[in-house]
């Protein structure tokens, strides 16, 4: 195993940690030594969240955005548009041991989990590290390990409910710095995790933490897992304390659709991945999405997403967001322009917009008086925003259901979030959906694991990976 010598890196998060990047996770060993003081504590906290977003952009920077777009319904998939390998196999659901673009995926956010539990092993054993200054750092360590685990878990297994008693396989769920031979843990497990570290995180963060995640970020992620584990009444709560209480307002102006991926950023950002200049924590996003460069966009949008979002003539977000080129014609191309004319912008991973969607679909689930007009006020605001008319209570409980989503899919397109939306309204009960005329429980829809992983656990006598074949 190579050995990983801890070495100072700048103290601010928006400087590169990128040679930390450069070991594998299983090979990554901090030296005992190497853990002594305060500082070296929180510059170990830096390069955890400087990998959060992967070298060159290999997780939360837009791989992951980008695989999760690709296996939903909002991308087109024609082989005119889509000529990447890999990206096609995610389209077809055929990924495989051997899909490379999975693997630094995969990697990265294991360099943030063995990270956090070095920070969570050594707390206690470093002098000068005051009771408030090792709560803040407990709750960032556990911030971090919930919400890689939470990617992870979702690509790679079926949704939460797909077994009644969720005892489905998930992922190899590590609490210990340790690179041990194990199989995957069962998705309940993982979950329970996730929820455990979220409400550690939520109670030992401070409620103002700088470009780093507080109390609020732990609470806006604890209310997206609670809703994707079909716990609304939850869900719907955590949700209206942040909204209610937390710093971070909902922008009703329509800048918001230029701020939210900008070098400005958006003030609704509740937990964000910082850029600078020299350091673009979004590159795979451009890379795949951005449509006025030299070279033409890896992913281009479907049409059935753009007609959904060109419906009325009067929706900002069509209008701000879209670019069509031969339209009708064989060779068509439709572009998200959501991240042009920027070489650098802020990642927000939660935003309000996001949780006023959450709280409004919870609310409906609900189907209370009092939460269904919550959700009526924030289906409003976000229309309001967008140039269309109101909605009223009055039309009931399925059409609002109905339009919180096509709300979600047209705001948070690109955003990676449609593929888990459809899968977890599957496992809650939509038996009969679909994604592009595939069952949403389908084998291909929970990508492979890469090979090294396989082989790094001692092999399929120990360790299982998915059903390979397709839908």
């Not at 409620?207 to 897992?225: E, F, I, M, P, Q």
């Not at 609670?226 to 307002?249: C, I, K, Q, S, W």
């Not at 009969?432 to 992983?453: H, K, V, Y």
Request: hydrophobic content about 35%.
């Amino acid at each position: 195993m190579k050995i990983f010598k801890y070495i100072f890196l700048a103290a601010i998060i928006t400087v590169s940690c990128d040679d930390l990047l450069e070991i594998e996770p299983k090979g990554e060993i901090i030296a005992d030594d190497a853990l002594q003081t305060p500082q070296d504590m929180q510059e170990l906290l830096n390069s955890a969240y400087d990998a959060l977003r992967g070298d060159g952009g290999d997780f939360l920077g837009g791989r992951v955005q980008a695989i999760t777009e690709v296996m939903g319904d909002n991308i087109d998939g024609s082989q005119t548009n889509l000529n990447n390998a890999d990206f096609r196999a995610y389209y077809n659901k055929t990924s495989t041991f051997f899909t490379g673009y999975t693997q630094d995926m995969f990697d990265e956010p294991h360099y943030v989990i063995y990270r956090a539990n070095v920070l969570l092993k050594n707390l206690d054993l470093i002098e000068g590290l005051s009771q408030s200054e090792q709560d803040r750092i407990a709750g960032e360590a556990k911030f971090l390990r919930a919400i890689c685990y939470f990617e992870l878990v979702r690509l790679f297994a079926h949704p939460y409910g797909y077994t009644p008693d969720n005892t489905h396989l998930g992922v190899v769920l590590r609490t210990e710095p340790s690179a041990e031979a194990k199989n995957r843990n069962t998705v309940g497990e993982v979950y329970e995790q996730i929820v455990s570290d979220l409400s550690d995180a939520a109670s030992s963060l401070p409620t103002s933490n700088g470009v780093y995640a507080d109390s609020w970020a732990a609470k806006a992620y604890l209310a997206k897992v609670r809703f994707f584990m079909h716990d609304y009444e939850t869900a719907f709560n955590v949700a209206t304390d942040v909204l209610n209480n937390g710093p971070h307002a909902f922008n009703s102006d329509a800048d918001e659709y230029q701020n939210r991926y900008s070098t400005e950023g958006t003030n609704e950002a509740i937990f964000e991945m910082v850029s600078n200049p020299n350091d673009h924590r979004g590159t795979q996003l451009s890379t795949h999405f951005r449509s006025d460069g030299d070279n033409p966009p890896t992913l281009r949008i479907s049409r059935d997403m753009y007609e959904l979002a060109t419906s009325s003539a009067d929706d900002l977000r069509g209008q701000n967001w879209y670019r069509i080129e031969n339209e009708g014609a064989e060779n068509e191309a439709i572009f998200i322009t959501k991240y042009d004319s920027i070489n650098y912008f802020q990642v927000p991973l939660m935003h309000v917009t996001e949780l006023k969607l959450i709280r409004a679909e919870a609310g409906l689930e609900l189907n209370t008086t009092a939460s269904i007009n919550t959700a009526v006020d924030d289906i409003n605001d976000i229309r309001a925003r967008a140039g269309l008319t109101p909605v009223t209570s009055g039309v009931g409980q399925v059409s609002l259901l109905n339009t919180v989503r096509e709300e979600k899919r047209k705001e948070l397109v690109s955003e990676g979030q449609r593929f888990h939306d459809l899968r977890r309204r599957g496992a809650a009960g939509e038996s009969s959906l679909r994604i592009r005329n595939s069952a949403w429980d389908c084998p291909g829809m929970s990508i492979q694991f890469p090979d090294t992983e396989i082989a790094g656990a001692g092999g399929t006598d120990v360790f299982t990976p998915n059903i390979e074949g397709g839908c």
